[in-house]
């Protein structure tokens, strides 16, 4: 009997061999490659945008094109792992994203970029649900604490330490050591997959039933779908012909798509793992959770940027505290999984993640490292116990050969709340900063005593340094009073998302247990 038929014959009740375990471990180094590969770029935009002379808008498709080939590929890797087998499906991945990174740090244009950097999120995009699947087929459940606990550090970890190994590695050498960085860890974790991964067989008869109509419809959906969340809040969303453009095919081609694959025999991708009540339910808390995991990840940079003017570096260090946090709590909460009920774990976290954010509600310009550290470690704790325990939720109940189709499923729902929260917390800013602005503009009324007494002490200062003295002490309130609008518009920001998450606590009632 094979080493494979072996493990599944002994059933939930024994661990696999070392051989499959160290096939897992060099599948979350890929996993941890892929997610780390997006923010450990964000951070370092304008320095890739002055080396390759690119535009504003070109610039952006470098993150844009990545989380759009990734959210296509991600729901695809269930049917991969059928195809070819699942070691042949993440070793194909992991070497197609480490050969895109190569050809990105070899980049001579902008638009050589944008196009590999859509090669490497395509290709790298199935190594993070297929990880996910490989816990859950290899492992017996009584470890299945620990063993997400080691796939939620890695999940959560990346976004975090992101900006601060992007910001470091672009200081001290360059930005195209950013993508050549993946290049030999790439190479180790091929070889290891391929030689360890080896835990079941290809049924190349699926291929042969391949429903290519499908593949096209869920591409062109999820695709226009990315492409409006991304660009809509900077094209003013419906405003822009080429927003409404894409909006009209991604609703085309989902109604189409979604209509098609719950009627063919052999579905692109099966949705059927939705009628599992946990999975339905633990899949929609995984769209909750990825709108804290990226978007605080994306506005406290924001904050730090345009109000406190620190570096990337700088931001880095403040950031770093939440990764610190969750890599600290990930193997106790592992272990609480195998101990406490997930349900109450889950509605401990979504509570301190709601509150942890509405901590930061109250910023002001002077507000920096401390402010945000204690917010940070109680996120932290609150984002580890959201995400093994959902995970778990949501593949646990489902049965072996379903996993791995669901697995994809809950991490596009994840990906899409990032995608989703991102979009609106670029649309809440603006309208909420011009909001602000419209309240405090009356203030600088040049007959209240306090703003005449501001403006003579800016024009003291500036006298002698400036032809028109007045008129630039003027300008600098009013560059006090948009400040004032940027922070306030944060504070929304903090409490609302925070709001999100106290609401969508009594989900977690409708869940079924699961035993340990």
């Given amino acids: 009997m094979s080493e494979a038929a072996a493990t599944s014959a002994a059933g939930v009740s024994d661990m696999p061999p070392w051989s499959q375990r160290i096939g897992f471990i060099a599948a979350v180094f890929g996993m941890f490659m892929a997610i780390l590969d997006i923010q450990i770029v964000a951070s370092s935009l304008n320095e890739i945008q002055s080396g390759l002379s690119a535009s504003a808008d070109q610039i952006s498709w470098v993150q844009t094109s990545y989380l759009i080939a990734e959210i296509v590929m991600i729901p695809l890797s269930g049917m991969l ?33 944008i196009v590999l950097r859509a090669i490497q999120g395509f290709m790298g995009g199935a190594m993070i649900p297929i990880t996910q699947a490989v816990s859950f087929s290899i492992f017996p459940r009584r470890v299945m604490g620990s063993v997400q606990a080691v796939i939620g550090m890695v999940v959560t970890m990346a976004p975090s330490v992101g900006p601060t190994v992007g910001g470091y590695i672009t200081e001290v050498m360059s930005w195209h050591w950013l993508f050549l960085a993946n290049v030999i860890p790439g190479v180790l974790v091929c070889w290891a997959a391929w030689t360890f991964l080896d835990i079941d067989k290809p049924n190349h008869a699926v291929a042969r039933k391949l429903d290519i109509l499908g593949l096209a419809l869920i591409a062109v959906f999820l695709g226009s779908l990315e492409f409006v969340l991304e660009e809509g809040p900077g094209d003013d969303w419906f405003a822009s012909d080429r927003i409404v453009l894409f909006s009209a095919t991604c609703v085309l081609a989902g109604v189409w798509f979604f209509t098609r694959t719950l009627r063919h ?37 924001l904050f730090f940027g345009y109000v406190r003017g620190y570096s990337s570096l700088q931001i880095g260090q403040v950031m770093f505290v939440t990764g610190v946090t969750m890599f600290l709590c990930a193997p106790v909460v592992g272990q609480l999984t195998n101990r406490v009920d997930l349900r109450v774990l889950l509605f401990c976290g979504l509570l301190l993640v709601g509150v942890g954010t509405m901590m930061n509600a109250n910023l002001t310009v002077e507000s920096g490292f401390w402010q ?13 116990m959201c995400i093994i325990p959902a995970s778990r939720i949501a593949l646990g109940t489902l049965p072996p050969h379903e996993v791995g189709n669901a697995s994809g499923l809950f991490n596009v729902m994840r990906n899409l709340g990032g995608a989703v929260g991102l979009a609106l917390l670029d649309t809440v800013r603006d309208v909420r900063e011009d909001f602000h602005w419209n309240q405090l503009i009356p203030a600088i009324d040049t007959g209240r005593e306090v703003v005449v007494a501001e403006i003579a002490k800016y024009q003291a200062m500036l006298t002698g340094h400036v032809p028109d003295a007045y008129h630039a002490a003027v300008a600098m309130l009013v560059q006090r009073v948009s400040q004032q609008a940027q922070v306030l518009a944060f504070n929304d920001i903090f409490l609302w998302l925070g709001l999100i998450y106290v609401a969508s606590v009594p989900l977690v009632f409708l869940l079924k247990r699961i035993d340990a």
Wanted: with cysteine.
């Fill in 81 to 113: 792992m059928r195809i070819l087998s699942t070691r042949v499906a993440f070793t194909l991945s992991c070497a197609g994203f480490t050969l895109a990174s190569l050809g990105c740090a070899l980049a001579t244009s902008i638009e050589q970029l």
């Fill in 265 to 301: 025999d052999h579905p692109i991708v099966d949705l059927h793992a939705f009628v599992n009540r946990n999975f339905a339910l633990g899949a929609g808390l995984g769209f909750v959770i990825g709108i804290a995991l990226y978007g605080l990840v994306y506005i406290m940079p």
């Fill in 372 to 384: 945000f550290f204690l917010p940070q470690v109680v996120r932290g704790m609150g984002l580890i």
